[in-house]
């Protein structure tokens, strides 16, 4: 595959957001937008399927990969994902040209909070949105084991996931940790290894930054606001976000195209399940995107 394209879009606050377009130009577009404490190398199993006959719009959310992190607290907030998920769309679609878009955990949340805009109506075909949630993702999450759901389970989770320690390298430790609290248990070894090198790279300040942003997320009516067909992807063995948040989103979308259950699936959907992440993208684009530009 070739060299992508690199772009650098910039959203309504000034921020810097980096971009790489992978594919030829003129194929059908797909878009995007990773998790937190992830970067664009999430996506290279789908990059590496798709890359070759569609357009493929992949972008690192801000304060991840090579886009900058925000100057002070206003920079970490729904608003601004919407605001730099719009500028991605209008640097790297012409006019009127529509997409499939494609969040991941923060990436959905991403997709939730820029669904009632205008940028986002006119580049939006379809949406599929993998392992994600709306709210009460800290009170629903099951990454501490063995404690009924409830305010001490809450308190204690908010403490790990919201934590100001660093990472640290990647050890046979970490890794353990890492597949336990976001992948399935019978992820393969490379897997949780790819998967531990791309969230160790975050930096720590900006991982506890959009922690808090995570912590009071309150996007239900935002989903009632997504007004184009939309698919959910979700793994049963998801402790970040459990499936319960899938199954909420997709009885609540107004054009809802159903749930797909993962069985065994943790919460890292495109690299635990390429396959079929990969799959669903490619059924949006040839119904919504291909049949439709066509017609």
Same mark, same amino acid.
């Given at each position: 595959?070739?060299?992508?394209?690199?772009?650098?879009?910039?959203?309504?606050?000034?921020?810097?957001?980096?971009?790489?377009?992978?594919?030829?130009?003129?194929?059908?577009?797909?878009?995007?937008?990773?998790?937190?404490?992830? @970067?664009?190398?999430?996506?290279?199993?789908?990059?590496?399927?798709l890359g070759a006959d569609h357009r493929?719009?992949?972008?690192?959310?801000?304060?991840?990969?090579?886009?900058?992190?925000?100057?002070?607290?206003?920079?970490?907030?729904?608003?601004?994902?919407?605001?730099?998920?719009?500028?991605?769309?209008?640097?790297?679609?012409?006019?009127?040209?529509?997409?499939?878009?494609?969040?991941? @955990?923060?990436?959905?949340?991403?997709?939730?909070?820029?669904?009632?805009?205008?940028?986002?109506?006119?580049?939006?075909?379809?949406?599929?949105?993998?392992?994600?949630?709306?709210?009460?993702?800290?009170?629903?999450?099951?990454?501490?084991?063995?404690?009924?759901?409830?305010?001490?389970?809450?308190?204690?989770?908010?403490?790990?996931?919201?934590?100001?320690?660093?990472?640290?390298?990647?050890?046979?430790?970490?890794?353990?940790?890492?597949?336990?609290?976001?992948?399935?248990?019978?992820?393969?070894?490379?897997?949780?290894?790819?998967?531990a090198r791309i969230v160790h790279a975050?930096?720590?300040?900006?991982?506890?930054?959009? @922690?808090?942003?995570?912590?009071?997320?309150?996007?239900?009516?935002?989903?009632?606001?997504?007004?184009?067909?939309?698919?959910?992807?979700?793994?049963?063995?998801?402790?970040?976000?459990?499936?319960?948040?899938?199954?909420?989103?997709?009885?609540?979308?107004?054009?809802?195209?159903?749930?797909?259950?993962?069985?065994?699936?943790?919460?890292?959907?495109?690299?635990?399940?390429?396959?079929?992440?990969?799959?669903?993208?490619?059924?949006?684009?040839?119904?919504?995107?291909?049949?439709?530009?066509?017609?």
């Amino acid at each position: 595959m070739s060299l992508p394209r690199e772009l650098t879009a910039v959203s309504a606050d000034g921020a810097r957001v980096h971009v790489e377009v992978h594919g030829p130009e003129g194929a059908p577009a797909v878009v995007l937008a990773h998790g937190w404490t992830c @970067s664009t190398a999430f996506w290279a199993e789908q990059i590496r399927e798709l890359g070759a006959d569609h357009r493929v719009i992949a972008y690192d959310q801000r304060g991840h990969g090579r886009s900058a992190a925000p100057e002070g607290a206003d920079g970490y907030s729904t608003r601004a994902l919407a605001d730099d998920l719009e500028a991605v769309l209008a640097a790297t679609l012409a006019p009127g040209e529509k997409a499939v878009l494609v969040g991941h @955990s923060m990436g959905g949340m991403t997709i939730m909070a820029a669904g009632g805009r205008e940028g986002f109506r006119e580049h939006a075909a379809a949406v599929l949105l993998c392992s994600t949630g709306s709210s009460s993702l800290v009170a629903e999450s099951l990454v501490v084991p063995l404690l009924r759901a409830g305010r001490v389970r809450t308190r204690i989770t908010r403490s790990v996931l919201g934590s100001r320690a660093p990472l640290g390298p990647v050890t046979p430790l970490a890794k353990r940790v890492l597949k336990y609290a976001t992948m399935g248990p019978g992820a393969a070894p490379e897997k949780v290894e790819a998967c531990a090198r791309i969230v160790h790279a975050c930096p720590r300040a900006v991982r506890f930054g959009w @922690s808090h942003v995570l912590d009071a997320l309150e996007l239900d009516a935002e989903v009632g606001a997504l007004r184009v067909p939309t698919a959910v992807i979700a793994g049963t063995a998801d402790r970040l976000t459990p499936v319960v948040h899938a199954r909420r989103i997709a009885a609540a979308l107004p054009e809802s195209l159903g749930l797909t259950e993962l069985t065994g699936v943790g919460h890292m959907t495109p690299i635990e399940a390429p396959e079929a992440v990969t799959g669903r993208i490619q059924e949006l684009v040839t119904t919504y995107v291909q049949v439709k530009e066509g017609a």
